[in-house]
């Protein structure tokens, strides 16, 4: 089955299709479809509904969007919804790298590094018609950056239990404990019980 995926990051179209391997993800890019939503949403689910509905309503037909990003305990949970955004606000996007420099300087040498990943994901069937998902990831905030995989805050999220970070996981590591997945996995569950989509 082709599943649309309502993202332009590359990153986490890869693992929406190893979450879901049985199907085939597209996204608006694969049919060169100009799809640039702005997420004026206060909450993660709120923007996972702007993009869903912004790619139904061209496609048409079934989509799955996902809002994500890392809230750290220490700075009131920020960059929390802002976090593709994170030191963009001068006008000048920074790349991950950078992002995760910014944040390590602002958490400084703060003893308390709690931190979590969310990801609220949403499968839309029709104008009137959602299943949604919240799931988090939770771990640490390191002093520098560590591992080569994953993506965005990857490197920084130190994971107690794993001894490791995001970034030094495999990729099916990460799907089966990450935000992303146990939403996607969930979602699926819902879906499962409600209709034949999955
Ligand atoms: P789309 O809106 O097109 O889906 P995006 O990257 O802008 O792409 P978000 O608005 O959901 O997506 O922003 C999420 C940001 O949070 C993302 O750019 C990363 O910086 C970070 N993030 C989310 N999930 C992550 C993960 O699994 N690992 C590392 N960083 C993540």
Request: glycine share 10%; with cysteine; aromatic share 10%.
């Amino acid at each position: 089955m082709i599943i649309w995926f309502a993202t332009g990051n590359m990153h986490k179209k890869a693992e929406l299709a190893g979450i879901f391997s049985h199907h085939t993800i597209k996204i608006p890019s694969d049919e060169g479809i100009v799809f640039d939503p702005v997420e004026t949403g206060t909450s993660f689910i709120d923007n996972a509904l702007i993009k869903a509905r912004c790619l139904f309503d061209i496609v048409k037909s079934p989509v799955i969007a996902d809002d994500s990003g890392l809230c750290v305990d220490a700075l009131d949970g920020k960059p929390g919804i802002y976090s593709a955004r994170y030191g963009s606000e001068d006008g000048r996007a920074l790349n991950a790298h950078e992002r995760n420099m910014l944040l390590l300087r602002a958490l400084g040498n703060n003893p308390c590094r709690t931190a979590h990943f969310v990801c609220a994901m949403v499968l839309f069937l029709g104008s009137d018609r959602f299943y949604a998902a919240q799931e988090t990831l939770e771990g640490e905030i390191l002093m520098k950056e560590d591992g080569r995989g994953g993506f965005g805050y990857d490197p920084i999220l130190y994971l107690p239990e794993r001894g490791s970070t995001v970034a030094s996981l495999s990729e099916e590591e990460k799907n089966f404990i990450s935000h992303r997945g146990k939403a996607a996995r969930a979602l699926a569950l819902l879906a499962g019980a409600g209709t034949a989509y999955f």
